[in-house]
Antibody
Framework: QVQLVESGGGLVKPGGSLRLSCAAS????????MCWVRQAPGRGLEFVSY????????YYADSVKGRFIISRENAKTTVYLQMNTLRAEDTAVYFC???????????WGQGTLVTVSS | IVLTQSQATLSLSPGERATLSCRAS??????LAWYQQKPGQAPRLLIS???NRATGIPARFSGSGSGTDFTLTISSLEPEDFAVYYC???????????FGQGTKLAIK
């Protein structure tokens, strides 16, 4: 079954860290660029980070640059998002997503909730 | 690039035609997609490259436009179509990622 499954979300205090994982199955992760998109409660979708299929090209939204790190282990069919120095405004559901050859998102995970609160 | 979906909420009845708009702050050619999101679910790709329906998307969904003005049309609303719709721009040169704020299609 072609799917993405996120894990690692939870409650963390401001200034804390969390690492999200995205496990891919049913397709060759090595063939796809991947990204993280988040959605704060009751809000719209926001791009967080992107990593190309080979891992050479990486981009971040300005709001997370310098605090978040995206990586991938193709052998483990997993993409990660290391989130440091978390702020209340980082509270959101974080979706892992796959870009197709035309750079559109054709596969989404179910999302994992990150709550930053004291 | 900023995408503006001017209709925060659109209230229509089943069977009616829905026209959702998305405007880009500068020309993006046809590099625009539309996604549908239902409560508690991940978004789903409907339309890519302004007018190409994604696999499995019913023919009542259509997209049009180029440059700065884009439209998603649902020809005859089904009960399952009431959801939030987002437009998205994506470009590699330079790397650009942008979502519109979303339009909630509500039952009237």
């Amino acid at each position: 079954q072609v799917q993405l499954v996120e894990s690692g979300g939870g409650l963390v205090k401001p200034g804390g860290s969390l690492r999200l994982s995205c496990a891919a199955s049913g397709f060759a992760l090595t063939d796809y660029s991947m990204c993280w998109v988040r959605q704060a409660p009751g809000r719209g979708l926001e791009f967080v980070s992107y990593i190309s299929y080979g891992g050479r090209d990486i981009y971040y939204a300005d709001s997370v640059k310098g605090r978040f790190i995206i990586s991938r282990e193709n052998a483990k069919t997993t993409v990660y998002l290391q989130m440091n120095t978390l702020r209340a405004e980082d509270t959101a559901v974080y979706f892992c997503a796959r870009e197709n050859d035309d750079s559109w998102i054709d596969l989404w995970g179910q999302g994992t909730l990150v709550t930053v609160s004291s | 690039i900023v995408l503006t979906q001017s209709q925060a909420t659109l209230s229509l009845s089943p069977g009616e035609r829905a026209t959702l708009s998305c405007r880009a702050s500068q020309s993006i050619s046809r590099y625009l997609a539309w996604y549908q999101q239902k409560p508690g679910q991940a978004p789903r790709l409907l339309i890519s490259d302004a007018s190409n329906r994604a696999t499995g998307i019913p023919a009542r969904f259509s997209g049009s436009g180029s440059g700065t003005d884009f439209t998603l049309t649902i020809s005859s609303l089904e009960p399952e179509d009431f959801a939030v719709y987002y437009c998205q721009h994506r470009s590699n040169w330079p790397f650009t990622w942008a979502f519109g704020q979303g339009t909630k299609l509500a039952i009237k």
